[in-house]
């Protein structure tokens, strides 16, 4: 039965995603509502960047850019002052045009003569990352043709908003970004220091705006426990702040603290300073710890019940933060508590809903000129999990042995049709981004299966493993389904190297998935990786001439290359002597732990060759230099680059064999 005296409120803090809503609280309130539970949702990121960038919101931006004195201005500041006035009356529209409520507008934007230019626009007349051949020319009509006017405007005022955001982070606030926002306070940080500082410090205009919309936010919903869901470093340092304003306004109002960021960095949590801020951090899958919350909270179940939480003890009631860097004397020790329960089974969890999200005024936004990356940021999408978990979960650079990778649960076609059909009667919208972290053939296939029989029209993409389970004909299927695109890692593209990976796949086997996939109409994106351990120069340009092959044979479509990070929860942090390296000691942790430094005896400068890679790849994915000599990429570097000791013709000859 519904307790409408504990009203759960699920907040998005800043920032994640500007162009759709971030799905855990979507799940999460979902879930609640489900069990009868009165739960409602908000995103605050979105809320926040629709205060700033409004006439009202950039005349405050400018007095503190006026505050500053003349000679610490930056370029951006002054390109910004400079045209104001062009800034003030057009950022409503440049607004309304990315929300999708006035398409007209493309046609001034794409002339260049409606929206004020920044620095960033000095790019275009660059375009340094594209050989586009005769080397000169307008490089916005080789991106987007004579006919591309909306996808030229919207790329147009996604620079426009970039030129903003620089004048904030440079006037208003050092840590502001539209994603990655005072990232470095939380990512990796084994103390709490540098964010207890920031806390503690005099709120920049962005934090009084985020002050706002927290207050008007409790009004509307008068919540007993809020969550906080933080998915990234990105989103730490906001949500601490929304839980400084909750317990600065009522601190009986409880308040939860989990997501991607704290299942994977704050799991060793013993820093006390947290539960100023915050009452309870929860690890992994939401559903059954903030369960256990709220029946402990009713006073159904007794605190040394809950699941997988941490909560401070021997303290005063948690109260915020007071002036300075201390608050460390008596507060208190961190406590774990996990009574074992089993896991809300992911048949059993419910279905995610949107209602409360404001699904009209999210941002399209056109960042980068790749196909797959613009799915990203493009279009708002139901986010949906097909699967909990991996089923392959032996990938040595994954997080294997954390439940998000290595619990896997289903759930039946039909469950997920059922889930399909419910969102998108409820949102009107047909786009699913499948956000697993490898998608199950099995469950893919019966998932099509099911679409198809029920004839529900939707489009879909999601990320998979290049296995040979995904046939040709398995692809033929998945696109009738709707599938648009793929993705999928092929790392660094070496058989030495994915066999030590424990991938679970070659070269030529991706070929000939990835083919398939490009044969069926569907786009493919690649996930490249270059710096893995023992990764030589040798092995660097033979993976990229594997990676021009797959283009120039059409297997592949996109692509992006990663530098190698080592988590301490992969295998290779786990176990770095089976991969020939040795970590490098961390220093004592009592906050976020992930990332580690690892000493690899190659010696190879990894950094130097990322541009080139990065080079390659973007004029490759336009078609550009495919059939040029690989070590063209890497004329930059000091010594000699070695020839690829692959064949040319190699891919192709692969694919030429199959079946």
Known sequence: MTQ????????????????????????????????????VQEDLALALVLKIFTPAGLAAVRSRALAQPEARRSGSVHA?????????????????????????????????????????????????????????????AWAFGALGVQDKARHLCTLYLNDLADVLRDAVDARFEFVRYAESLASSQPSFDPLAQALAAPPTLVDELLHELTLAALHRHQPALVLLSVPFPGSVYAALRIAQTIKAHNPNIRIALGGGFVNTELRELSDPRVFHFVDYVTLDAGERPVLSLIEHLRGERGRQRLQRTFVREDSPHPSPLPEGEGAT???????????????????????????????????????????????????????????????????????????????????????????????????????????????????????????????????????IRFEKTFTPELAELL??????????????????????????????????????????????????????????????????????????????????????????????GMDPAAYGIELIALPPVSFAKNDIGFIDPTGVDHDALGSGLRKAIYNYMHGLCVQDEVRRWFEHLPQPVPRPSVKRGKIAKALAQRG
């Open 4 to 39: 409408p005296s504990l009203r759960v409120l699920s907040l998005i803090p800043p920032m994640t995603q500007l162009n759709t809503p971030y799905p855990s609280t979507a799940y999460l309130t979902g879930f609640l509502r489900s069990r009868g539970i009165s739960a």
């Open 80 to 140: 910004f002052l400079d045209q104001f006035g062009a800034y003030r009356s057009s950022i409503g529209p440049a607004i309304a045009y990315l929300q999708g409520r006035d398409a007209t507008l493309a046609h001034r934007m794409a002339a260049r003569g409606l929206l004020p230019e920044g620095p960033r626009f000095a790019a275009l007349d660059a375009y340094d990352n594209v050989d586009m051949g005769d080397g000169g020319g307008d490089p916005l």
């Open 329 to 463: 004397a008596n507060a208190g020790t961190v406590r774990y508590i996990n009574f074992v329960e089993p896991d809300i089974p992911f048949e059993d969890v419910g279905t995610p809903t949107w209602d409360g999200l404001p699904l009209d005024r999210y941002l399209s936004l056109l960042d980068l000129l790749n196909p797959m990356h613009r799915l990203w940021s493009d279009g708002r999408w139901n986010k949906l999990t097909v699967a909990h978990g991996c089923y392959w979960k032996k990938c040595s650079f994954c997080d294997v042995s954390l439940d998000y990778i290595g619990r896997f649960e289903a759930a039946t076609a039909s469950t997920l049709a059922d889930r399909i059909e419910k969102i998108v009667n409820e949102t009107g919208q047909t786009g699913f981004h499948f956000v697993d972290e490898a998608a199950p053939p099995k469950a893919l296939k019966a998932l099509a299966q099911e679409l198809i029989r029920r004839e529900l029209q939707i489009s879909w993409w999601g990320n």
């Open 479 to 572: 696109a009738q389904s709707g599938c648009i695109a793929i993705s999928g890692g092929l790392e660094v593209a070496s058989d030495r190297l994915l066999h030590l990976m424990k991938k679970g796949v070659s070269v030529e086997q991706v070929a000939r998935v990835t083919k398939g996939f490009s044969d069926a109409g569907i786009l493919v994106h690649a996930y490249l990786m270059y710096g893995f351990p023992t990764q030589t120069l040798q092995d660097t340009v033979d993976a990229l001439e594997y990676v021009r092959q797959l283009f120039e044979a059409g297997c592949i479509q996109s692509g992006f290359f990663h530098r190698f990070s080592c988590t301490v929860h992969s295998p290779v």
